[in-house]
């Protein structure tokens, strides 16, 4: 009968430990591959992150000056066209209040911005922040104004 206690995994052969302190003979013995002396040698030994052994730490040596354009990046929420082709009607507006109406956004973001995905059939106006060059493409082959 099979039960808990005769189960094997045996896909996979198991590890074998390498068991440490075990004499000269079995690789890890003697200092048990912690060196001489030292807190890393003691019990109770964690090694902190960044810890240089009482040096300046080289994350704190490293100077913090500079210029970084991310806290005035621009976040676009993303809508492709064969998305506004299943959602919208014949001469409706396509804006960031209408498509969070819609659920295609959160509208948390900067802006809205067309992506090129699908086809568009219907002839709406767009009122958007931004639109993508594939978009841009398909909506003048379609002759579908869309303002800039």
Known sequence: MIKLSNLKNESRGRKQVQRVGRGIGSNRGKTCSRGQKGAGARAGYKRRWGYEGGQMRLHMKTPTRGFSNAPFRREYEAVN?????????????????????????RGNADGVKILGEGNLTKKVTFEVTAISSGAREKLQQAKIPFGK
């Open 81 to 105: 066209l064969g998305q506004i082709d299943k959602f919208f009607k014949d001469g409706e507006v396509v804006s960031a209040e209408t498509l969070k109406d819609r659920g295609l956004i």
